[in-house]
């Protein structure tokens, strides 16, 4: 009998536990539902120019042959290079290349940069699925940051919060638009904090392991109150897919680029020149 009792309370005292644990990993159903509606896809279209492997070779070395267009020696290299070009191609259907989040209820929308750039035509799809065309405000190439603006009004928006407060281990959500598939959620934790990458000098990024695909750029990254903290902007891989290391832009960096283009239109620094000599 005393056995008997031994083993019920172990029983009881393992299932106590595991119903504490299961206590403390959070519900992320109510943040997506909550937040979702304020995310949207992001595709663009871009005119295409002709298959001239010259042009090509201009554009990729910045004609520095110097070799003037019509020369002998530039038909020379078109010749070499195979041929005088082909017919310019039409415009490419749009292809689903990122994600943004809605800012203002009249249609402001931060995504990254690299996702519009070069763009000549901007198409939104909103949660409900209506397609909107959008205009670039302003962008930053250092940061990261595009301002997009659609003629629309009483759209849902994400609450903004702050990046300084999260902790290394804390649990955020990422919302975003991976190989076009609308508002797709994955979740993780933050791994660090700080972390300057080679490609961007002027960020010191969120890094998180939230699975983040291509698509997902210019996403909100969310922390468990709801608040966006982040912009998922990139991961490190030596494949090209997710290997558990993604980096944000803080929520503070693109809200004070926003600021900025909303006044000026652009982005403008501060530098410091310094000059050596001997003493």
């Not at 001239?52 to 002998?72: A, C, V, Y």
């Amino acid at each position: 009998m005393l056995l008997n009792k031994r083993l019920f309370l172990i029983f009881i005292l393992l299932f106590s536990s595991l119903q504490l644990q299961a206590r403390s990993l959070p519900a992320f159903a109510d943040l997506v539902e909550e937040n979702g509606k304020a995310v949207v896809n992001i595709s663009t279209r871009q005119k295409t120019q002709g298959n001239d492997p010259w042009n090509q070779l201009r554009k990729e070395f910045g004609n520095e042959f110097h070799i003037p267009e019509g020369s002998p020696f530039g038909e020379l290299f078109k010749r070499f290079l195979g041929g005088r070009g082909s017919a310019p191609r039409p415009p490419s259907e749009p292809s689903s290349l990122g994600s943004g989040f809605i800012i203002s209820e009249d249609g402001y929308i931060i995504t990254n940069h690299h996702v519009v750039a070069g763009a000549d035509e901007i198409l939104v799809r909103l949660s409900d699925k209506r397609e909107l065309s959008a205009k670039i405000i302003g962008s930053d190439e250092t940061s990261d940051i595009a301002l997009l603006k659609v003629d629309a009004n009483n759209l849902p928006v994400v609450n903004i919060g702050t990046s300084e407060n999260l902790r290394v281990g804390e649990w955020v959500l990422a919302i975003g638009s991976p190989f076009g598939f609308d508002h797709s959620a994955t979740a993780g934790i933050v791994s660090a904090k700080g972390r300057s990458l080679p490609s961007a000098n002027y960020v010191a990024f969120i890094q998180t392991d939230v699975a983040i695909n291509p698509g997902n750029s210019g996403g909100p990254l969310f922390n468990l109150d709801g608040d966006v903290v982040g912009i998922n902007s990139q991961i490190y891989s030596r494949t090209g897919g997710f290997m558990g290391l993604s980096f944000s832009i803080p929520i503070e960096v693109a809200m004070e680029v926003v600021s900025q283009i909303k006044k000026t239109g652009s982005v403008h620094r501060g530098w410091l020149g310094v000059y050596i000599q001997e003493i």
